[in-house]
């Protein structure tokens, strides 16, 4: 085959390739369309749902195992005055309302809940959740990303913060030092998720972010627990500001 024969085929070749391209993106495109439609009508369903329940709606438990441990830690905040807690990454609000039932009990207690709340199942379920037990006034919900609400939080105003976002490592890592400068001296910080899917590779799962952080802020706080979940406790004021 000549060198003009070989460029002519190649032409040839790319033009058949074009329409199936096209075809190709634009199913793609139809398919993001059907699944945003299917995604409404799914939210619309729940929604109908969840306006006759009477109970709340949780489709998942990762809170139990834990709340033994945040108990003992956190007794010192029970019941007491303008506690303040932030959480990040509040799924369907069962962990939300155990803290809300355990520790922020008193009345000027309360927690600010940030989370994209990308599949509205998980946001129709936790507004639901939020509702029916009757403590939406305690509730401060900020929908969008950490690293664009975060800022917008004053330093230093958090007695508890628990990081439970994005399983990303520097997702967790701007979290991590992000909730150390909004937490008060004294202030409790838990991560959750320090051993989840040890196998990924260390940018896609928390504990690399974790351990950078710790070491990074080394001498400045108080290692409480470090199994599945680590907390800690801020010992000091930040002198570096």
């Known amino acids: 085959m000549t060198g003009t024969e070989s460029s002519w085929s ?9 329409p199936t391209i096209v075809v190709v993106r634009i199913l793609e495109r139809l ?8 995604e409404r ?23 139990s ?9 956190l007794a010192v905040y029970q019941g007491q005055p303008a506690v303040r807690m932030l959480e990040i990454g509040s799924y369907e609000g069962r962990s939300t309302l155990w ?11 309360g927690i600010v809940c940030v ?25 401060t919900k900020r929908k969008g990303r950490s690293e664009d609400l975060l800022a917008q939080l004053p330093r ?35 991560f959750d998720d320090y051993l989840w899917e040890i196998d990924k590779p260390p940018s896609e799962r928390p504990q690399p972010a974790i351990d950078l952080f710790l070491a990074s802020f080394e001498g400045r706080y108080e290692l409480l627990s470090k199994a599945y979940q680590v907390i800690l406790r801020k010992s000091a004021p930040d002198s570096n500001r």
Do not use: M
């Not at 398919?31 to 299917?38: G, I, P």
């Not at 009508?41 to 809170?63: G, K, N, P």
């Open 156 to 190: 230093d105003s958090f007695d508890i913060i628990y990081v439970d976002g994005s399983h990303q490592a520097v997702n967790v890592l701007f979290d991590a030092v992000s909730s150390w400068f909004l937490l008060k001296a004294g202030g409790v910080l838990i």
């Open 41 to 63: 009508a799914d939210a619309a369903r729940l929604s109908r749902q969840l306006e006759a329940a009477a109970d709340y709606s949780f489709t998942t438990d990762y809170v």
């Open 99 to 109: 803290f809300l039932n355990s520790i922020l009990t008193h009345p000027t207690s």
């Open 65 to 73: 195992s834990n709340v033994s441990e945040w108990g003992r830690l």
């Open 31 to 38: 398919a993001a369309v059907l699944r945003r439609l299917q």
């Open 115 to 139: 989370d994209p709340f990308i599949q509205a199942s998980r946001e129709l379920r936790f507004d639901h959740n939020i509702g029916i037990a009757g403590v939406v006034e305690k509730v």
């Open 10 to 18: 190649k032409q040839e070749t790319g033009k058949q390739r074009e």
